[in-house]
Every structure is written in structure tokens, then in C-alpha cells.
């Protein structure tokens, strides 16, 4: 028995180091896994409201927190603005007003921003602007496209407050009232306006 | 074993993937969160504690309250109330308009303003209810109002967020309801007074309640001459014998003041609803 015993091959495996043999996975496991990370996708898309410190449950996101903001008063009309501005003008103006070189230029304590003249004001978005304009001392030569047509009053008289009151800028809130009154003295022109053309203007 | 390096590594990616997403994760989130401002105004949210309630927070942790006390209401959706306040010159286009919504408020009903037109509906609904007063003359204001079981307690009016404890160290959110929730506890009872004798005798005004006594927190004292402005006015079983007085410790004063200034019950961005 004891000289079977040494002679069996066995015997000097038990001597050596065990080592591990490797195995594929199996496919099921495979499909089990990609369905885990799929379900864990949708509920984090769901629930996740992608780290904002703003989203708590119930809500899912910012914008759907935004569904259920107060619809009146001036702080929701400023937001309302914000929304806007954020939509519509951060892309080239900057979520932080100001502006991007050789893009557009800056609002921030900006005297076209926050004239009294609002007329001028409501004018540039409404038809656009063409050519040169100096803002705070630089000049820019560019081409800023009518906004008009895609804004409603509210919007556009909430974008406007929102900018004349936002990053440190203090002016008058724009009514919707005014904005329709611009809106319909202007309604034959088709053409941008020049800063020449707005400097004119009472 | 040839696998020390490789049992570490996948050990240290175990708790290091861990420690990101439960340490690091939320400090990124929430850990520099400045002081916010109430909805609607610049009012700054929340505001200091008065002393004497912050000193009340480390008699609170002291005391292990937080193991029995929540202070996090939760609420598991949000819903538009329609209030119509003024009627306006125009009673039968309101009456008319009110006829076309499913309402339970009708013409005979519209003597007594404010009333509400409809309750819980969604905020297309409330739009919709909205739009039908336009032309009437007919005030009408849209409301938000969170609900959930908490909502329904009465232990507040909107979800606890982040922002609630900014001005608290340590904060206290608590994970166990053996108690009611006491993040508006100052809310339903602003009487300091209150908090000292539930403090002292919880079942002489709450004669269900399961809380301990903390008798601990106040002194029985013989009555010389005058009776002490602080002395607790007690009733029945908890009543010292004649001649003696309970008087509160500064401890309790400052704990008891600090449970009437627990109110979370302002709008917020994050947490909407119609103030009141």
C-alpha cells in the first residue's frame, strides 16, 4: 500500500503550490450582469437627479422642481427670467453675463443693459443687431440674431428684468406691457437695427 | 499563494469605490452649501439659532434624543390647490365657469371668500381651472401643497432638505421614529414653558407618551420665603409635595429652547410650497 501510495502521481501534486485553473464565465451570468447595469441606469436616471443639491425626492430634476415653483410675484418672474436666459442667451453671452470674445459682449454693468431707455433695450433682441456698437468702452462688430419671433412678451420681458438685475446689475423690471407696446410699433421692420439707429431713438 | 497583490487591489477598489460614493460623493454634493434664501424674497434661510437653543443642541445630543426623534419629514408627492379670494363684478360668468369644472364649490357657496375651487388636482388641472377665470373678474390664486403621511401627522408642511441644518453642529437628522418627528416641534408647540413640564413629566400632558422623565434636568427645591419665576407649574401626580418647588436647570432651558426654535416650515427652492 505505502509504495502505491508513493508512486502515485497524486502524491507530489499535494507537495506542490495548488494553483487556480481558469474557467469562462458563464453566458447567463454574463446577460444577469448587463440587465443589473441597465436597471441601475434607468433608477439613477429616475431618481438620481444627476447630483444636484437641489433635487429631493419627490421632485426628479431641476426642471421638473421648476414645474412647482410659485407662479406669481416678482421672484418667480425673475426666475422664470433666469430660465430663459439660460436657455435662450448663455450659449453665446455666457451663463454668467459676460459674454464670450469675439462671440457677444458682456452685460454685466452694461450701459445698454441698464439704460432707462428701455426701449433700446427691448429693440435688440426683438429684431436683432447688426454692425458696429461699443459696450463698456470695446468696440464689437458683430451680428446678433432676432430673437422676436421666438420669444412670447412674458419671456422676453422676464429675460430682460432678469438681466438688468442679475450678476450685480440693479435697473427697473421690464413688464410684458411694454414689451408688447415695442413689439407692435415695431411690427413693420424686418431688418436689425444698428447701434446708430438705437443711440437715435428718444 | 501568488495573489497577496491582487486580493489587496481588488480590497482597496472595494473600500475606496465605497468611501467615494458614501464620503466623498456627498461632500462634493452638499458640503459646501451656502446659506439660502427663502422663496420668493431675499430673506437669507436658515437664520442662527438664539444662543441659548444652540447650546440646547448639545444638551439635546447629550441626552441621546436623537435616537428616539426624526428631525427629516419626508413627502411622497405635490399637489395644486385652487383658492378663488375675490369674485369680482362678474357673478355668472364665475358661476358659469364654475358649472363647466368638475367643482365641488358652487354659486350658492360664493358668499364666503376664499374658497377653494379644487383641491389636490395636478398642475395641468390647476392651470386649466386657472385659464376658465381669466376673463370672469374672478381672483383666483394657484397653491402648491406638499403631501405624504407626514404631511398628514401634521409634522410639517414640506420635506426637510440639506439647507435646514446649515446653521446646525452636529447636525441631527435621526433615523428612528419612536417619538414623533421634532422638525416642527416649535412650530406646533412654541411655548417653552410646555417643553419644561413635558421634559420633566411627559404623561401629565401627553398621556400616551412613551418618553422617559428627565427629572435629571431640573432641581426640587424647598420653597424659602418666595417661590422662584422659573418654578414649573405642575398639576396632579407630578406635583411636588406642599412646601417644594421643580425648577429648571440651565440645561433644560437651554434644551427647551431649543426644541421651540426647530421650525423648518419656509419655502425653499428645493422644497416648493405656498407659504401661509
Given at each position: 500500500?505505502?509504495?502505491?501510495?508513493?508512486?502515485?502521481?497524486?502524491?507530489?501534486?499535494?507537495?506542490?503550490?495548488?494553483?487556480?485553473?481558469?474557467?469562462?464565465?458563464?453566458?447567463?451570468?454574463?446577460?444577469?450582469?448587463?440587465?443589473?447595469?441597465?436597471?441601475?441606469?434607468?433608477?439613477?436616471?429616475?431618481?438620481?437627479?444627476?447630483?444636484?443639491?437641489?433635487?429631493?425626492?419627490?421632485?426628479?430634476?431641476?426642471?421638473?422642481?421648476?414645474?412647482?415653483?410659485?407662479?406669481?410675484?416678482?421672484?418667480?418672474?425673475?426666475?422664470?427670467?433666469?430660465?430663459?436666459?439660460?436657455?435662450?442667451?448663455?450659449?453665446?453671452?455666457?451663463?454668467?453675463?459676460?459674454?464670450?470674445?469675439?462671440?457677444?459682449?458682456?452685460?454685466?454693468?452694461?450701459?445698454?443693459?441698464?439704460?432707462?431707455?428701455?426701449?433700446?433695450?427691448?429693440?435688440?433682441?426683438?429684431?436683432?443687431?447688426?454692425?458696429?456698437?461699443?459696450?463698456?468702452?470695446?468696440?464689437?462688430?458683430?451680428?446678433?440674431?432676432?430673437?422676436?419671433?421666438?420669444?412670447?412678451?412674458?419671456?422676453?420681458?422676464?429675460?430682460?428684468?432678469?438681466?438688468?438685475?442679475?450678476?450685480?446689475?440693479?435697473?427697473?423690471?421690464?413688464?410684458?406691457?411694454?414689451?408688447?407696446?415695442?413689439?407692435?410699433?415695431?411690427?413693420?421692420?424686418?431688418?436689425?437695427?444698428?447701434?446708430?439707429?438705437l443711440e437715435a431713438l428718444k | 499563494m501568488n495573489y497577496?497583490?491582487?486580493?489587496?487591489?481588488?480590497?482597496?477598489?472595494?473600500?475606496?469605490?465605497?468611501?467615494?460614493?458614501?464620503?466623498?460623493?456627498?461632500?462634493?454634493q452638499l458640503g459646501r452649501q451656502p446659506i439660502t434664501?427663502?422663496?420668493?424674497?431675499?430673506?437669507?434661510?436658515?437664520?442662527?439659532?438664539?444662543?441659548?437653543?444652540?447650546?440646547?443642541?448639545?444638551?439635546?445630543?447629550?441626552?441621546?434624543?436623537?435616537?428616539?426623534?426624526?428631525?427629516?419629514?419626508?413627502?411622497?408627492?405635490?399637489?395644486?390647490?385652487?383658492?378663488?379670494?375675490?369674485?369680482?363684478?362678474?357673478?355668472?360668468?364665475?358661476?358659469?365657469?364654475?358649472?363647466?369644472?368638475?367643482?365641488?364649490?358652487?354659486?350658492?357657496?360664493?358668499?364666503?371668500?376664499?374658497?377653494?375651487?379644487?383641491?389636490?388636482?395636478?398642475?395641468?388641472?390647476?392651470?386649466?381651472?386657472?385659464?376658465?377665470?381669466?376673463?370672469?373678474?374672478?381672483?383666483?390664486?394657484?397653491?402648491?401643497?406638499?403631501?405624504?403621511?407626514?404631511?398628514?401627522?401634521?409634522?410639517?408642511?414640506?420635506?426637510?432638505?440639506?439647507?435646514?441644518?446649515?446653521?446646525?453642529?452636529?447636525?441631527?437628522?435621526?433615523?428612528?421614529r419612536l417619538g414623533p418627528d421634532l422638525a416642527n416641534?416649535?412650530?406646533?408647540?412654541?411655548?417653552?414653558?410646555?417643553?419644561?413640564?413635558?421634559?420633566?413629566?411627559?404623561?401629565?400632558?401627553?398621556?400616551?407618551?412613551?418618553?422617559?422623565?428627565?427629572?435629571?434636568?431640573?432641581?426640587?427645591?424647598?420653597?424659602?420665603?418666595?417661590?422662584?419665576?422659573?418654578?414649573?407649574?405642575?398639576?396632579?401626580?407630578?406635583?411636588?409635595?406642599?412646601?417644594?418647588?421643580?425648577?429648571?436647570?440651565?440645561?433644560?432651558?437651554?434644551?427647551?429652547?431649543?426644541?421651540?426654535?426647530?421650525?423648518?416650515?419656509?419655502?425653499?427652492?428645493?422644497?416648493?410650497?405656498?407659504?401661509?
Amino acid at each position: 500500500m505505502s509504495h502505491n501510495v508513493q508512486s502515485n502521481p497524486a502524491a507530489s501534486v499535494n507537495d506542490a503550490e495548488p494553483r487556480a485553473g481558469s474557467a469562462s464565465m458563464p453566458v447567463w451570468m454574463l446577460v444577469a450582469v448587463m440587465v443589473l447595469v441597465f436597471g441601475g441606469g434607468l433608477y439613477f436616471d429616475t431618481y438620481g437627479g444627476w447630483f444636484s443639491p437641489q433635487v429631493y425626492a419627490p421632485y426628479r430634476s431641476v426642471n421638473d422642481l421648476m414645474a412647482y415653483q410659485p407662479v406669481s410675484g416678482e421672484g418667480a418672474f425673475l426666475l422664470r427670467g433666469k430660465v430663459v436666459y439660460e436657455q435662450v442667451c448663455a450659449l453665446c453671452h455666457g451663463a454668467d453675463g459676460n459674454g464670450k470674445p469675439g462671440q457677444a459682449p458682456t452685460f454685466v454693468d452694461s450701459e445698454w443693459v441698464i439704460t432707462d431707455n428701455t426701449g433700446r433695450l427691448i429693440r435688440i433682441p426683438l429684431q436683432g443687431l447688426n454692425g458696429p456698437i461699443k459696450v463698456k468702452g470695446v468696440d464689437w462688430n458683430l451680428a446678433m440674431p432676432a430673437m422676436g419671433a421666438a420669444l412670447p412678451d412674458a419671456d422676453l420681458a422676464a429675460v430682460l428684468s432678469y438681466m438688468r438685475n442679475a450678476w450685480g446689475n440693479k435697473a427697473s423690471l421690464i413688464t410684458p406691457e411694454e414689451v408688447a407696446a415695442v413689439r407692435a410699433a415695431t411690427a413693420s421692420r424686418t431688418q436689425p437695427w444698428t447701434a446708430a439707429e438705437l443711440e437715435a431713438l428718444k | 499563494m501568488n495573489y497577496g497583490a491582487l486580493i489587496f487591489l481588488v480590497g482597496f477598489i472595494g473600500l475606496a469605490s465605497s468611501w467615494f460614493g458614501l464620503v466623498l460623493a456627498p461632500q462634493l454634493q452638499l458640503g459646501r452649501q451656502p446659506i439660502t434664501k427663502i422663496q420668493g424674497g431675499n430673506d437669507p434661510y436658515p437664520s442662527r439659532r438664539p444662543g441659548l437653543a444652540e447650546q440646547g443642541l448639545q444638551v439635546y445630543r447629550a441626552n441621546g434624543c436623537v435616537s428616539c426623534h426624526s428631525q427629516q419629514v419626508q413627502q411622497s408627492g405635490t399637489v395644486f390647490d385652487v383658492v378663488m379670494t375675490e369674485l369680482g363684478t362678474n357673478q355668472p360668468a364665475v358661476v358659469a365657469a364654475l358649472a363647466k369644472l368638475d367643482s365641488k364649490l358652487t354659486g350658492a357657496s360664493l358668499s364666503s371668500l376664499p374658497q377653494d375651487v379644487v383641491r389636490g388636482v395636478n398642475k395641468l388641472q390647476a392651470d386649466e381651472v386657472n385659464a376658465a377665470f381669466k376673463d370672469t373678474g374672478a381672483k383666483v390664486a394657484v397653491q402648491i401643497r406638499p403631501v405624504g403621511p407626514d404631511m398628514d401627522w401634521g409634522w410639517g408642511r414640506r420635506a426637510t432638505v440639506a439647507a435646514d441644518f446649515l446653521q446646525d453642529s452636529p447636525v441631527m437628522p435621526g433615523s428612528q421614529r419612536l417619538g414623533p418627528d421634532l422638525a416642527n416641534v416649535g412650530v406646533r408647540k412654541p411655548d417653552v414653558n410646555w417643553h419644561l413640564v413635558h421634559l420633566y413629566a411627559p404623561k401629565s400632558v401627553v398621556p400616551d407618551s412613551t418618553m422617559p422623565p428627565y427629572r435629571f434636568l431640573f432641581e426640587k427645591r424647598k420653597i424659602d420665603r418666595h417661590a422662584s419665576p422659573d418654578a414649573l407649574q405642575l398639576t396632579g401626580e407630578a406635583a411636588p409635595e406642599a412646601g417644594y418647588e421643580i425648577v429648571p436647570t440651565a440645561e433644560a432651558k437651554a434644551l427647551a429652547a431649543y426644541l421651540a426654535s426647530l421650525r423648518a416650515d419656509v419655502p425653499l427652492f428645493e422644497a416648493p410650497m405656498t407659504a401661509k
